[in-house]
Every structure is written in C-alpha cells, then in structure tokens.
Antibody, heavy 120, light 111 residues
Framework: QVQLQESGPGLVKPSQTLSLTCTVS??????????WSWIRQPAGKGLEWIGR???????NYNPSLKSRVTISVDTSKNQFSLKLSSVTAADTAVYYC????????????WGQGTLVTVSS | QSALTQPASVSGSPGQSITISCTGT?????????VSWYQQHPGKAPKLMIY???NRPSGVSNRFSGSKSGNTASLTISGLQAEDEADYYC???????????FGGGTKLTVL
C-alpha cells in the first residue's frame, strides 16, 4: 500500500519561501507511470492543483503559480519537494501531495495534508 | 473561479439517490474520458471514488456511479447513508496547461 506523508514548517513569513517535502513509502517513487503532484486547499475552499513532476525530472506547473513554484524529486530518498517563493497570506492553505496516474489522470493516493500559514 | 462547475450543495434523505453534476468544456470533460471524483470528509484528505468517468477503485461501494454526457459529468450516489455526507470534487484532464482541473466542490448533506 503506497503512503505519502508531507513534512515542513507550518508557519512561513510573508515574502519568504515555503518548502515542503513528500515522502513516499510502500513503493518506489520511480516505478510505474506516475506523476507526483502538489495540490492545495485554502480553508473552506476548493482544491487547486499546483504542479507535478515525473521521476525523469519533467515538470508542469499551474500557470497561475508558475513564476513562483519549483517541484523537484530525489529518487534516492523516495521523496519529492515543493518550493513556493514570495508567499503572501493568500498562500495559506492545507498542502497535499498526491500520486497522479499518468495515462488516466486521476489522483489515487494522497498524503494527509499539512497546514501552512503565512503570517509575520 | 474553478474551471469545472459544480453545484455548491445538494441534499437527500437516507435511502434516496442524488446526482452531482460537473460541467466543463470540450477541452476537458467533453473531450476526454478522464473525469474523476473525490470524496472529502472534514479535516481529511480527498479520496478517489470514481476514475475514467465511471470506474470504481477497489473498495469503493457500488452505490457510487459515474457517467458523462457531452460536457457534463455526473456522480450518482444511491441508497444514501449518513457517512456519505461530505464534500465531493470532480476533476478532469484538460488539453492545455495546467492539464488537470478541479470543480469547485459540492457539499452533500444527508438529511
């Protein structure tokens, strides 16, 4: 059973960079045809897809966040990471990591989510 | 504003059936059979309920079914149970970046 777990600071100051890591267990991040994704959800609001990475390093980002987002992968640690720069209060949200099936485009495994608050 | 349009809320009584719609365009819902549905209970991560329009993952009750007509996909829950009360989100592949879009979510209340 694949499991994903987000980790990182729960509080980030405005204008700084938000950094989160997702650790994958129960399977190799390099096996199969999957994209590894980040999704966020502000309190009381819907889901917003942030971006995805393939284990080859190929990435795609939501155009609304593209200038501030970097997603990377470390296959040796079975982890992938999110960096979001120049954060504001609008970036306060629960951040989820999830596995995106390559050809059918559905998210089959999700992390439990981690709340990141942007505040001074 | 979300790329896919869902009703903000639906409700039904135990035992009844309800349907949640998800309307997009020919560039997403209407153009591909890559529509998925997620159930989210308060404080929990979303859970995959339907993929590729109408397929259920192992372990998901057969009370949940999906369909699509034109640019609108639908999730039907039959034999409503109290535990079905949750938020439901649709998602679809889209031909241009960001490649994945979500609906705004629908709150299901079991009366």
């Amino acid at each position: 059973q694949v499991q994903l777990q987000e980790s990182g600071p729960g509080l980030v100051k405005p204008s700084q960079t938000l950094s989160l890591t997702c650790t994958v267990s129960g399977g190799s991040i390099s096996s199969g045809s999957y994209y590894w994704s980040w999704i966020r959800q502000p309190a009381g609001k819907g889901l917003e897809w942030i971006g995805r990475i393939y284990t080859s390093g190929s990435t795609n980002y939501n155009p609304s966040l593209k200038s501030r987002v970097t997603i990377s992968v470390d296959t040796s640690k079975n982890q992938f990471s999110l960096k979001l720069s120049s954060v504001t209060a609008a970036d306060t949200a629960v951040y989820y990591c999830a596995r995106l099936e390559d050809f059918q485009y559905y998210f089959d495994y999700w992390g439990q989510g981690t709340l990141v608050t942007v505040s001074s | 504003q979300s790329a896919l349009t869902q009703p903000a809320s639906v409700s039904g009584s135990p035992g009844q059936s309800i349907t949640i719609s998800c309307t997009g365009t020919s560039s997403d819902v209407g153009g591909y059979n890559y529509v998925s549905w997620y159930q989210q209970h308060p404080g929990k991560a979303p859970k995959l309920m339907i993929y590729e329009v109408s397929n259920r993952p192992s372990g998901v009750s057969n009370r949940f079914s999906g369909s699509k007509s034109g640019n609108t996909a639908s999730l039907t829950i039959s034999g409503l149970q109290a535990e079905d009360e949750a938020d439901y989100y649709c998602s679809s592949y889209t031909s241009s970046s960001p490649y994945v879009v979500f609906g705004g979510g629908t709150k299901l209340t079991v009366l």
